[in-house]
């Protein structure tokens, strides 16, 4: 496995007089309990680590000299100290830039990717520092990325967590990325932290805002496949049946993965992350399930809308009402052809009212549009507003009949499953 170090650079701490760069020495000491006493904690991860590519962020002022001297080049190290003081410096040059990363690639055995950015981050240089990042982070070619970011300084290591999420946006595949930190003590010796967690949690989050805003639980079913088999095998179920449109099949799904999440055993087993989820989800159901499919469906209609799918709003909302019209003749979905299914959709609307009646083949049009691009809706001279402003006015006018609807069918509505 190809990995790339990501790691800082930071200014001149603890300068003496004589203009020489210094970080404090330390032994650091790894969790496998092996020591590397370095000034530098990237020194000391090249040596415990192979890397197919080590990036290294600083400024234009940071102490690169430091690093020409410790390859053994006297003569650039004293070209840059006087480029990056930082009080008559001008900053480091590109020459001596690309000169140093032609030097720490032989001298290291591997390719070095320099960056010396602005010296502060303000609100003016913010988004043109955050996409000099991301440039750099597209010469990245590895399976995997370690960050480092001991000597990360002020807002630097923000700026790059901004960068790193963009650059990821743009990746087909994400690069796995994990994280370590070099604690440094003036007793003894200095711990190294692997904190994979702090990455791992940031995955969480994203998965779990896909799946309340997109509807898609496939991140987050594989997060908590370790210690939640059952909601990982539903919450995959339910996300395949909202791609693929099988909506009148979303009822089993539901009820199983609600029943998994209250009947949780060794919930105490799972990471502290899940707790609030956990809760979260319980409301979510508590929104969208109903005791008729038709509801059911129309909650989850209304819960797109509210975020912003619009299209997939509009065809849970017309699946809605034809179930209802099946319920009303006692049939279900699952038992009928697409030919019956029509034929007892065309029979039973004409017990609605013809206001009812009209919305719902409005809203039928608007399926068809939004779902095969029919050009019968087009067409249509009344068809001028958004499709969000369209999904509200429909919702209004035909939730009432899935709500009450023994005041506008003749055949009462046996109790049936939701499947």
Request: hydrophobic share 40%; aromatic share 10%; net charge negative.
């Amino acid at each position: 496995m190809k990995t790339a170090l990501l790691t800082f650079l930071g200014g001149r701490r603890n300068k003496p007089r004589d203009n020489n760069t210094i970080y404090e020495s330390t032994a650091y000491q790894f969790p496998d309990g092996s020591l590397e006493t370095t000034d530098y904690f990237a020194a000391a991860l090249r040596h415990k680590h192979h890397f197919s590519q080590i990036v290294i962020l600083g400024t234009a002022t940071s102490i690169w000299d430091k690093l020409a001297d410790d390859a053994g080049d006297l003569e650039l190290a004293l070209e840059i100290i006087p480029q990056t003081d930082e009080v008559q410096g001008l900053g480091l040059m590109i020459e001596s830039l690309k000169k140093l990363e032609i030097l720490l690639t032989a001298s290291w055995g591997t390719e070095v990717i320099l960056f010396a950015g602005e010296g502060g981050i303000t609100s003016e240089n913010a988004q043109q520092e955050m996409m000099r990042y991301v440039e750099i982070l597209q010469k990245i070619q590895a399976d995997e990325i370690l960050l480092d970011f001991t000597h990360g300084f002020r807002p630097m290591p923000m700026l790059l967590n901004s960068a790193l999420q963009f650059w990821q946006s743009l990746q087909t595949i994400h690069t796995p990325i994990r994280m370590v930190y070099g604690e440094f003590s003036q007793h003894g010796d200095s711990t190294v932290h692997y904190l994979d967690d702090i990455q791992h949690s940031m995955k969480v989050a994203q998965a779990v805002r896909l799946f309340f805003e997109k509807m898609d639980g496939s991140e987050l079913a594989g997060l908590v496949e370790g210690f939640w088999p059952s909601g990982c095998r539903y919450l995959k179920e339910l996300t395949e049946r909202l791609q693929e449109n099988k909506l009148n099949q979303i009822g089993s799904p539901l009820r199983q993965f609600s029943n998994s999440l209250q009947k949780m055993s060794h919930l105490e087993q799972a990471p502290p992350w899940f707790k609030p989820i956990r809760i979260r989800l319980i409301q979510w159901l508590e929104i969208i399930q109903n005791e008729t499919l038709p509801l059911t469906l129309a909650n989850l209609a209304e819960q797109f809308s509210k975020n912003r799918l619009h299209t997939q709003a509009i065809i849970a909302l017309h699946e809605a009402m034809v179930e209802q019209f099946l319920l009303a003749r006692n049939q279900s979905s699952r038992n009928l052809s697409d030919r019956e299914r029509k034929d007892i959709i065309e029979e039973a609307k004409w017990e609605l009212g013809e206001e009812f009646r009209n919305s719902f083949d409005d809203l039928q049009k608007l399926r068809n549009f939004v779902a095969h691009g029919a050009r019968e809706v087009r067409s249509q001279k009344n068809y001028h507003y958004s499709l969000s402003e369209y999904f509200k006015k429909h919702f209004n006018a035909l939730y009432p009949v899935m709500l009450q609807p023994k005041r506008y069918f003749s055949i009462e509505p046996k109790p049936q499953h939701n499947d």
